[in-house]
């Protein structure tokens, strides 16, 4: 298996710019998350899917960021407009309740917005 | 409150120079501690899962054990290829699957 894809690995932004970052998650899992890592913050959770229906966003941190998961193979994380402090690596990570729910994580995103 | 800490933030070590990593958790109700490597420039990458006190799994040279406080990750006979931030993430009860993860512990092991 060619494991969880992101695109892309790096992103330089101005700021007030739109940003979509893109995952393909592991073939079969059925969990599919979003995290952001920063120097200060550590790696925090975002959002994630189950079965492509959201189920917990409680750590999107304000209206301007959005994401979707139309189908199995395919999910997006949507900056509208970027600011500096979104500046940070985006992990996209996928598990498999059948696995025991372990996470196999992305290369990651870096995003700079200037 | 969830919470996860690991320590110390950084270690240094010299080849073949064993050490252990901490993990300190307070969760309401445990189920799963995990640990994960993580390499510059590049995703978390999974380790070990343990789920009870008194569980271990090992790995080459980890091997990591679990009380109902704490976690530690132990590093017999390091090598420089150890070198790497090992982070330390619990799963708390509640039906979420979502996990909590501690700041990491940054090992560098000298030749």
């Known amino acids: 298996d060619a494991g969880v894809i992101q695109s892309p690995r790096h992103e330089v932004t101005e700021m007030g710019q739109e940003v979509t970052l893109r995952c393909k998650p592991i073939?079969?899992?059925?969990?599919l998350f979003w995290y952001r890592q920063t120097m200060m913050r550590g790696l925090e959770l975002l959002i994630y899917?189950?079965?492509?229906?959201?189920?917990?966003d409680s750590g999107m941190p304000e209206d301007r960021f959005s994401a979707k998961m139309p189908n199995a193979s395919f999910s997006t994380l949507k900056i509208q407009p970027s600011e500096p402090r979104d500046s940070a690596v985006y992990f996209c990570?996928?598990?498999?309740?059948?696995?025991?729910?372990?996470?196999?994580f992305g290369p990651g995103t870096r995003l700079t917005v200037t | 409150e969830d919470q996860v800490t690991q320590s110390p933030e950084a270690l240094r070590l010299q080849e073949g120079e064993s050490s252990s990593l901490n993990c300190s958790y307070t969760?309401?109700?445990?189920?799963?501690l995990f640990w994960y490597r993580q390499d510059p420039g590049k995703g978390p990458e999974f380790l070990f899962t343990?789920?009870?006190a008194g569980e271990e799994k090992e790995k080459e040279r980890l091997k990591a054990t679990l009380t109902k406080k704490e976690s530690f990750l132990h590093i017999t006979a390091p090598k420089p290829e150890d070198s790497a931030t090992y982070l330390c993430?619990?799963?708390?009860?509640?039906?979420?699957?979502?996990?909590?993860f501690g700041a990491g512990t940054r090992l560098a092991v000298h030749p």
């Open positions: 990570a996928s598990s498999e309740r059948a696995g025991g729910y372990e996470q196999y």
């Open positions: 073939s079969g899992h059925d969990y």
């Open positions: 899917f189950n079965n492509n229906v959201p189920i917990d």
């Open positions: 969760v309401s109700g445990l189920r799963g």
């Open positions: 343990l789920y009870s």
């Open positions: 993430a619990v799963r708390p009860g509640g039906g979420y699957n979502k996990l909590i």
